[in-house]
């Protein structure tokens, strides 16, 4: 197979990926989006976090929010707990990386807040934080991962949403992730401004 060949199968590899996901995923994505207009309604807050593309996927998500999507709207209320440098070094070196997200989700979290939680492989130990520090808060958490889940998915609670993508490649899984960012997105959108 040429390089080209190669390209041509990582397109047809992920859109076969996210056509099979559509049907999965659309139900938690929608419950998702009516959890965080429920929370922006309230007067709350959306916190979002994640490592590495993961922490990409939360600042593109964020972005969103604080600016717009695709429709003109006022600024929603949203924080990236991985934008700031000399937090996220101070925690790290002061206490433990594990503790980066969860510390700013103790000093900004109230319990009509709601923390979405980016993890491609479901064990990354500072989001896995996040979420027990949200609930411990009593925050909602929508959980964003792929594979099984990993550890994030067992932590969840009840009123939680899991947007799971069963897929082993990471690739694939921030691919669809980016995908479930701009449907969550649009539907906030829809269920705050109508068609």
Same mark, same amino acid.
């Given at each position: ?25 659309? +139900? ?20 979002? *976090? ?24 006022? +600024? ?11 937090? $996220? ?8 990386? +594990? ?18 939680? &980016? ?24 959980? $964003? ?27 694939? &899984?921030?691919? *669809? ?5 701009? *449907?969550?997105?649009? *539907? ?8």
């Amino acid at each position: 197979m040429n390089l080209a060949e190669h390209v041509q199968q990582n397109f047809i590899d992920s859109a076969q990926i996210v056509q099979a996901a559509a049907e999965t995923l659309a +139900g938690p994505i929608a419950l998702a989006a009516e959890r965080m207009v429920q929370t922006l309604l309230a007067d709350g807050k959306l916190l979002a *976090c994640g490592s590495g593309g993961s922490a990409a996927e939360a600042h593109r998500f964020v972005s969103a929010m604080v600016n717009r999507f695709e429709r003109e709207r006022p +600024g929603l209320a949203a924080i990236l707990l991985a934008d700031g440098t000399a937090t $996220l070094t101070a925690i790290g070196n002061d206490y433990d990386y +594990g503790l980066a997200f969860a510390r700013q989700v103790s000093a900004l979290g109230n319990p009509v807040d709601l923390l979405l939680a &980016i993890s491609a492989s479901g064990y990354s130990r500072n989001v896995l934080a996040a979420v027990t520090a949200a609930h411990e808060k009593e925050m909602i958490v929508v959980a $964003l991962t792929g594979r099984d889940g990993g550890d994030l998915a067992e932590i969840l609670h009840e009123e939680d949403v899991l947007i799971c993508v069963p897929v082993d490649a990471t690739a694939r &899984i921030w691919e *669809c992730h980016l995908l479930a960012i701009h *449907c969550l997105c649009d *539907c906030i959108d829809k269920l705050l401004l109508g068609t």
